[in-house]
């Protein structure tokens, strides 16, 4: 019955979070497009920074330069990445094209979930060694990186 | 030293902050992640797992990796309630929602092994720290905008643990509810978790992003587990004690 009574009020405080967030549309979250100035990728410290390559080193599996993968159908949109090769080795990945169909505004209601704490997305600058994301195993940045890494074998 | 190799079609990156460390002790990892692409694959004709799906090899003669990855695939099955499933919806077994952070967990110990104290592994996105990075800090994880793969929405402070990051990716694809094979999860679009180890948070990160909204209740009520949870709405749901990883630790 506690149980029965503690998962009523879940689906109850969760139902009428629903509600509050399809009424009011106060929130309107930073649109990416104007938050594309600041990087994430970590900042190299002068410590860690190689030496510089000399610039026709093909000593690595790839020839260095930057390389455009294919364009991947997302079924949502399209995915393309850049593959920066440096030394021969891959240096960086970029995404040249990502789709983004989030939806357009929120409410955001501290009480949604019981004990847990609900907030908006926002972007940081904070710089960062690492980045955890599931980008990188989908399919279409699969498919793009290889067309890419398959420009630059040597 | 860092570097990374592209291996089971994502990008795998080793950085040892050690001083000692050199290419041997990479290849040592990457030599492992070699091995079980060729065993775990299912992209892959040759491999033990594909051969075992075609009816090639019959269970007395698997190898001891595989037993071990098919034990510890019906184990999680039990502890999250059936949401973490390798039969697949084709008929077939894939246990690559596991294999990644028990590969990384592994290769985290080849590098404990050969003396090092300060690394980390991140294959695709899963990521195992240890020790400091080069500047004698804690390693700073950011949780990827599942909406701008350029950006970040959070910076964790990470000092041993394994962060695992679970998503629709690009939405409407890839992960499906294994009690109801024909949805796919679509109302969240990422679930990061933070776990005592790599294994522990992928294995958990897969199976409660399979539970859709309710998952990050799952992770709550998991001892040692955290999680961040985003929506289709750019919203974001934490689990109690996340914030601890978000301030600054010593």
């Given at each position: 019955m506690?149980?029965?009574?503690?998962?009523?009020?879940?689906?109850?405080?969760?139902?009428?979070?629903v509600?509050?967030?399809?009424?009011?549309?106060?929130?309107?979250?930073?649109?990416?497009?104007?938050?594309?100035n600041?990087?994430?990728t970590?900042?190299?410290?002068?410590?860690?920074?190689?030496?510089?390559?000399?610039?026709?080193?093909?000593?690595g599996?790839?020839?260095?330069?930057q390389?455009?993968?294919?364009?991947?159908?997302a079924y949502y949109?399209?995915?393309?990445?850049?593959?920066?090769?440096?030394?021969?080795k891959?240096?960086?990945?970029?995404?040249l094209?990502?789709?983004?169909?989030?939806?357009?505004?929120?409410r955001?209601?501290?009480?949604?979930?019981?004990?847990?704490?609900?907030?908006?997305?926002?972007?940081?600058?904070?710089?960062?060694d690492i980045?955890?994301?599931?980008t990188?195993?989908?399919?279409?940045?699969?498919?793009?990186?290889?067309?890419?890494l398959?420009k630059?074998k040597? | 030293?860092?570097?990374?190799?592209?291996?089971?079609g994502?990008?795998?990156?080793?950085?040892?902050?050690?001083?000692?460390?050199?290419?041997?002790?990479m290849?040592a990892?990457f030599?492992?992640f070699?091995?079980?692409?060729?065993?775990?694959?299912?992209?892959?004709d040759?491999?033990?797992?594909?051969?075992?799906?075609?009816g090639?090899?019959?269970?007395?003669?698997?190898?001891?990796?595989?037993?071990?990855?098919?034990?510890?695939?019906?184990?999680?099955?039990?502890?999250?309630?059936?949401?973490?499933?390798?039969f697949a919806?084709?008929?077939?077994?894939?246990?690559?929602?596991l294999?990644?952070g028990?590969?990384?967990?592994?290769?985290a110990?080849i590098l404990?092994?050969?003396?090092?104290?300060?690394?980390?592994?991140?294959a695709?996105?899963?990521?195992?720290?240890?020790g400091?990075?080069?500047?004698?800090k804690?390693?700073?994880?950011?949780?990827?905008?599942?909406?701008?793969?350029?950006?970040?929405?959070?910076a964790?402070?990470?000092?041993?643990?394994g962060?695992?990051?679970?998503?629709?990716?690009?939405?409407g694809?890839?992960?499906?509810?294994?009690?109801?094979?024909?949805?796919f999860?679509?109302d969240?679009?990422?679930?990061?978790?933070?776990?005592?180890?790599?294994?522990?948070?992928d294995?958990?990160?897969?199976?409660?992003?399979?539970?859709?909204?309710?998952?990050?209740?799952?992770i709550d009520?998991?001892?040692?587990?955290?999680?961040?949870?985003?929506?289709?709405?750019?919203?974001?749901?934490?689990?109690?004690?996340?914030?601890?990883?978000?301030?600054q630790?010593?």
């Open positions: 506690k149980k029965f009574l503690l998962s009523s009020s879940v689906i109850l405080a969760f139902g009428a979070y509600l509050l967030k399809s009424a009011r549309s106060e929130y309107v979250p930073v649109s990416p497009a104007t938050v594309q600041d990087q994430i970590p900042a190299p410290d002068s410590s860690s920074v190689p030496p510089p390559q000399p610039p026709a080193n093909n000593s599996a790839f020839k260095d330069g390389y455009t993968g294919s364009v991947a159908d949109g399209n995915v393309q990445v850049m593959a920066v090769i440096q030394g021969g891959i240096a960086d990945v970029q995404f094209e990502y789709p983004n169909d989030r939806g357009t505004s929120v955001i209601n501290s009480q949604a979930m019981p004990l847990l704490t609900d907030e908006a997305i926002m972007a940081q600058s904070a710089n960062v980045i955890s994301g599931a990188q195993t989908s399919h279409a940045f699969r498919e793009s990186l290889a067309s890419a398959a630059a040597n | 030293m860092r570097e990374t190799v592209v291996l089971m994502m990008p795998v990156t080793v950085d040892i902050a050690d001083a000692q460390a050199d290419q041997k002790d290849d990892v030599d492992y070699r091995y079980i692409d060729e065993k775990f694959s299912t992209y892959k040759t491999s033990e797992i594909t051969k075992i799906n075609n090639e090899i019959g269970i007395s003669d698997w190898s001891e990796d595989m037993k071990t990855v098919f034990a510890l695939s019906l184990k999680t099955k039990e502890e999250t309630g059936g949401y973490f499933d390798i919806s084709n008929g077939k077994y894939d246990p690559s929602g294999v990644k028990w590969a990384i967990y592994n290769a110990k404990d092994e050969r003396g090092f104290k300060n690394f980390y592994i991140d695709g996105g899963d990521i195992q720290v240890r400091k990075n080069s500047k004698g804690n390693w700073k994880i950011g949780i990827r905008n599942p909406f701008n793969p350029q950006k970040i929405v959070k964790l402070t990470i000092k041993e643990e962060v695992a990051t679970s998503g629709t990716y690009i939405r694809q890839h992960i499906y509810n294994p009690k109801k094979r024909n949805e999860i679509n969240i679009v990422s679930l990061t978790v933070i776990g005592p180890n790599i294994y522990e948070a294995r958990f990160a897969t199976a409660a992003f399979a539970m859709g909204r309710k998952g990050i209740l799952f009520g998991i001892k040692n587990l955290e999680g961040y949870m985003i929506d289709n709405k750019g919203v974001a749901t934490m689990t109690a004690g996340f914030h601890k990883y978000t301030t630790r010593a």
